[in-house]
């Protein structure tokens, strides 16, 4: 069974996954199995009352519930209200941009020979992009996300 974490308990592991160094109030939402592994999570931070950056991770070879995915989407947009959440993804990373676009995210911007992985793909989403909190096949789930 899989189940959600919005502790701050998996900070240091996500951290450490996704090489980030997040400022005291950053928040984090992990999904995790029965025995308390991680198999995935978002890292918020930067947050200014309009816009959030997130940097997701989901561990290679597994897939988070979708109660995870709708509570990812729901705590930036209706519980901190934001407008746009702001992504940052590596220009090689096929696969976490594919996924990024498929829940509505857009390239808004990139930089050109960023790093040795190549360019930084800038994205962002807003509330109305969202394919998660907007669309019906997903609306139970967000429903008791919501409500949570």
Same mark, same amino acid.
Request: glycine share 6%; net charge negative; charged share 25%.
């Given at each position: 069974?899989?189940?959600?974490?919005?502790?701050?308990?998996y900070?240091?592991?996500l951290?450490?996954?996704?090489?980030?160094?997040p400022?005291?109030?950053?928040?984090?939402v992990?999904?995790v199995?029965?025995?308390? +592994?991680p198999?995935?999570?978002?890292?918020?931070?930067?947050?200014?009352?309009?816009?959030?950056?997130? !940097?997701?991770?989901?561990e290679v070879?597994e897939?988070?519930?979708? *109660?995870?995915?709708?509570?990812?989407?729901d705590?930036?947009?209706?519980?901190?209200?934001?407008?746009k959440?702001?992504g &940052?993804?590596?220009? #090689? #990373?096929? *696969?976490?941009?594919?996924? @990024? +676009? !498929?829940?509505?995210?857009? *390239?808004e911007?990139?930089i050109? @020979?960023?790093?040795?992985?190549? @360019?930084?793909?800038?994205?962002?989403?807003?509330?109305?992009?969202?394919r998660?909190?907007?669309?019906?096949?997903?609306?139970?789930?967000? &429903?008791?996300?919501?409500?949570?």
């Amino acid at each position: 069974m899989k189940y959600v974490d919005c502790t701050t308990l998996y900070m240091p592991f996500l951290c450490k996954m996704l090489g980030a160094y997040p400022t005291i109030y950053a928040q984090c939402v992990t999904c995790v199995d029965d025995k308390g +592994k991680p198999l995935a999570g978002v890292l918020y931070d930067a947050y200014n009352g309009k816009s959030i950056n997130a !940097h997701i991770w989901v561990e290679v070879g597994e897939t988070p519930s979708r *109660e995870w995915y709708a509570a990812i989407f729901d705590y930036p947009f209706n519980k901190l209200g934001v407008h746009k959440i702001l992504g &940052q993804v590596a220009g #090689n #990373n096929e *696969e976490a941009l594919r996924l @990024d +676009k !498929h829940f509505g995210f857009v *390239e808004e911007a990139r930089i050109l @020979d960023y790093s040795d992985n190549g @360019d930084l793909v800038l994205l962002t989403m807003t509330k109305d992009q969202c394919r998660v909190l907007n669309s019906p096949r997903w609306a139970k789930i967000t &429903q008791r996300v919501e409500a949570a």
